[in-house]
């Protein structure tokens, strides 16, 4: 199955979405499809790979359920790190899945319904697929062990102030009139907060997307503008101080998401 993508959108361009637009957190995870019929659940990544055996938790949480069923979300650790998550999606010999389980606890965060006991809800607008949650029970005893939560959606500006108190990756924002399309749409948009910082770098290599540019530490950044400029400064000075912005760092110091933001000073 196709899966729903969202646009970009910038925190200044919020104020001209028009219609019935709320929000819920940006979750840092793995994008997972769950289909459940009888007896039996599939957890398909974005990529079309099934890891419902990397993942027996949620597997067998969903098992739980009544119903047939095929639900949108994404797999996060508890404790929000996406390196944890890398090193679980990763393995693929029971042994180390199953000590997992316990160091690197997750769990399942539902946005959206696609299908509920046969019947396809994409044609129905979003504000009606996520009423199909409730028809989906889970047998549950302990609520300190649901592996299984669903997204609340929320105002866009509570969402948003409480994304940034919190310290989250960003935020999400849907059309709740829309449809599932199985492409990216200009009904979902998503809104993630960067941190800016310097880089001095001291090389480049050419490449068909322009430069790519590294420091003495072999922390690297691809450059599609100021090209020229970029690579005078190196050729001149043997260096060129640049912004960059970057979803976070790492435990082992290392960038996520790192982009050239332009030339200090020049």
Not at 40 to 68: A, C, H, I, Q, W
Not at 156 to 163: F, H, V
């Amino acid at each position: 199955m196709k899966i729903m993508l969202c646009e970009s959108i910038k925190e200044e361009d919020i104020k001209n979405l028009n219609g019935n637009w709320k929000a819920n957190i940006k979750f840092d995870g793995d994008r997972i499809i769950a289909i459940k019929k009888g007896k039996d659940v599939f957890l398909m990544s974005r990529s079309g790979n099934e890891k419902s055996k990397v993942f027996p938790e949620v597997t067998r949480e969903l098992k739980k359920s009544d119903d047939d069923f095929i639900i949108d979300g994404e797999i996060i650790t508890t404790d929000g790190l996406f390196n944890s998550l890398q090193k679980r999606s990763n393995l693929s010999k029971d042994y180390l899945i199953k000590e997992a389980e316990i160091k690197i606890p997750i769990r399942y965060m539902v946005f959206d319904v696609l299908s509920y006991n046969g019947k396809n809800l994409t044609n129905k607008p979003l504000k009606e697929r996520i009423n199909y949650w409730d028809k989906i029970t889970f047998k549950i005893v302990k609520p300190i062990n649901i592996k299984v939560m669903f997204c609340q959606y929320e105002d866009i500006k509570e969402c948003l102030d409480y994304a940034k108190t919190s310290h989250q990756e960003g935020i999400v924002i849907k059309n709740m009139d829309s449809i599932y399309e199985g492409k990216r749409s200009q009904d979902w948009k998503k809104l993630k907060f960067f941190n800016e910082g310097e880089l001095v770098v001291t090389h480049y290599t050419e490449n068909n997307g322009g430069i790519r540019v590294e420091d003495e530490y072999g922390i690297a950044v691809q450059v599609a503008k100021d090209v020229k400029k970029v690579k005078e400064k190196i050729d001149r000075d043997g260096y060129c101080e640049i912004y960059i912005q970057y979803l976070e760092m790492t435990k082992d110091n290392k960038y996520r998401n790192i982009s050239y933001r332009g030339i200090k000073n020049g």
